[in-house]
């Protein structure tokens, strides 16, 4: 560890942080900075290298100890083309004397070797116009060659390449891998010489061994084991590839047996452009004996392709498909096989040679509707229901395939009077409405349903039946007032003037609610007990008129 203040420290630990030990001060003579500290992953009691970085003196140096920290000797550290100090912001320790140090010079980051601790180092290799921040050491023996992903920038993914004996092509995660994944794996007797990615993401690599063309995969991203496949064809009998130059779709090989350079032109690294049936269409097809036919993929070809695979199935997950329906063609179309009514198929469609391409995207389509047989059930109201409000809300099952619904209403199992009728130009949206017309009270009614799509339509549902609610009943008063006879001129002071109020007994039905305005009524109706109520207020006020206009004038007499 490492400690700064008052000089930089480093220390050392033999019991897991309990106690520390300083080895190493910045107080020394010829210390100004420590910046980095490393032990050698063979590092154990019989090898005890310790290597240190920083300064010295104002320019960059490496300290090695070899027991233990017990002494130090210090080198410093140039780049073997100008002489100038090489300060190292990054390294990888090897052995006990192979390191890599990353440097940065002000315009790009370099990458030195040394195979004797530091005393001096060979040609450094650019990697880049940023500073380096880490170096990693690779896992794998043999000669190595490396290629960066195409979306490396988020997937953060590094292939490489191996001529070992236990050759074949890995993978590494940046920042999730832990070691590196074998994706492909090539006989003992193979080797593999060169890596190259296309812009579109495309993987190759070279196999060097006589007739061993050329390893490609589509998606070597793919978190399911990528797909390789070894191309040959157009090389002579004992052709050996050395070397994989790649710009845009074209690779350049060359073929050291026959001294030849090959050229390998892909073409069919994109999907192929799907034409009909048209993604997400309905409706689509012949019902013939119960299933729907005449159903025909067609698709646009690609350049270099002599036969496609195409799949389709009614489940989206498209890797596992019936037999029947999937096949290869060296046409751009396929004829389906006989597909169920009201059914969402998906399909999908490829290049397999001379190599393969992308499947293209997933489109679907959905067959027409069986004209026969349906699955359409009435849900509300249910079957037989009764006291259904006069505004019904109607809903049933909706079906695969149908884009709309035909809805008919009647008060005749028959339906030849139909009270609502939701057929032709008027079919509804979707599986539920909420009635807009008034029912009759106390009225018994059938209904029934059937999905539409396009020209097709299903069978109609099962007829259902319901009976709507009896006429709400309003509870009031009514006031009857007796009056005496006009031509008497009654004392208000009398007991002659007497006007009674008739209360109703509490089980005398009240006037009933006339019916609900409908939606072809232009004007409502005023219920009988409000005229009797508006009659009555009006009879007591004239009466209290009278009243006053009798004691106006018995006052005038009196004077």
């Not at 995660?173 to 003992?188: D, K, L």
């Not at 997933?362 to 249910?382: C, I, M, Q, R, Y």
């Not at 008129?545 to 007499?557: D, H, N, P």
Request: with cysteine.
């Amino acid at each position: 560890m490492i400690t700064f203040g008052n000089g930089h420290s480093l220390w050392r630990t033999d019991n897991g942080g309990i106690t520390w030990e300083r080895i190493f001060s910045g107080t020394l003579d010829g210390v100004d900075t420590l910046t980095l500290a490393a032990l050698p992953r063979q590092h154990n009691d019989y090898q005890q290298t310790v290597f240190i970085a920083g300064e010295s003196n104002g320019n960059p140096a490496i300290w090695e100890s070899i027991d233990n920290g017990q002494s130090f000797r210090c080198r410093l550290t140039r780049d073997p083309d100008s002489g100038n100090g090489c300060l190292i912001d990054a390294w990888a320790i090897v052995n006990e004397t192979t390191l890599f140090i990353g440097s940065y010079d002000g315009s790009n980051g370099r990458i030195f070797k040394t195979i004797n601790s530091g005393f001096f180092f060979f040609e450094g290799a650019a990697a880049g116009s940023h500073p380096i921040h880490s170096i990693v050491l690779s896992p794998l023996t043999g000669r190595v060659t490396a290629a960066f992903d195409a979306d490396y920038r988020s997937n953060h993914i590094i292939y490489a390449a191996i001529d070992s004996a236990e050759g074949g092509i890995y993978r590494f995660i940046i920042g999730t891998s832990t070691e590196w994944e074998q994706i492909h794996e090539i006989p003992t007797s193979s080797g593999l010489n060169q890596l190259a990615m296309s812009d579109n993401g495309v993987l190759y690599a070279v196999n060097y061994n006589t007739d061993g063309g050329m390893e490609r995969c589509l998606a070597p991203s793919s978190a399911v084991s990528p797909v390789f496949e070894t191309v040959t064809r157009g090389l002579t009998d004992g052709a050996t590839l050395y070397g994989l130059w790649q710009c845009g779709n074209r690779l350049w090989s060359i073929d050291t047996t026959n001294v030849k350079v090959m050229t390998f032109v892909d073409t069919l690294t994109t999907p192929v452009v799907q034409v009909s049936p048209e993604n997400n269409v309905s409706g689509i097809g012949n019902l013939v004996d119960n299933t729907v036919r005449n159903i025909r993929l067609d698709w646009e070809t690609l350049e270099g392709a002599t036969s496609y695979e195409w799949r389709c199935d009614s489940d989206t997950d498209l890797g596992s498909v019936s037999d029947g329906f999937h096949d290869t063609t060296q046409s751009s179309s396929a004829v389906l096989p006989p597909l169920e009514s009201s059914t969402t198929y998906y399909w999908q469609v490829r290049a397999c040679s001379p190599v393969l391409s992308p499947w293209s995207e997933k489109w679907s389509f959905t067959t027409g509707l069986d004209p026969v047989t349906n699955n359409l059930k009435l849900e509300s109201p249910s079957p037989g229901a009764i006291n259904v409000p006069v505004e019904p809300l109607f809903q049933w099952t909706g079906i695969i395939g149908a884009n709309a619904y035909e809805l008919i209403v009647a008060k005749d199992p028959e339906f030849t009077d139909p009270v609502i009728n939701h057929t032709g130009g008027k079919i509804l949206p979707s599986n539920a409405w909420q009635s807009d017309i008034i029912l009759e009270y106390e009225t018994a009614y059938y209904w029934k349903v059937r999905a539409v799509n396009g020209d097709t339509k299903s069978a109609w549902s099962a007829t259902g039946s319901f009976k709507t609610m009896a006429e709400p009943v309003a509870t009031g008063m009514v006031a009857e007032v007796t009056l005496t006879s006009p031509a008497e001129t009654p004392n208000p002071n009398s007991s002659q003037f007497q006007p009674s109020f008739t209360t109703p007994a509490s089980n005398q039905q009240s006037p009933p609610l006339p019916p609900a305005s409908t939606a072809n009524t232009g004007q409502s109706s005023v219920p009988t007990w409000v005229i009797y109520l508006i009659g009555a207020q009006v009879v007591m006020i004239s009466i209290a008129l009278v009243v006053i206009l009798l004691l106006v004038v018995r006052i005038k007499r009196s004077r």
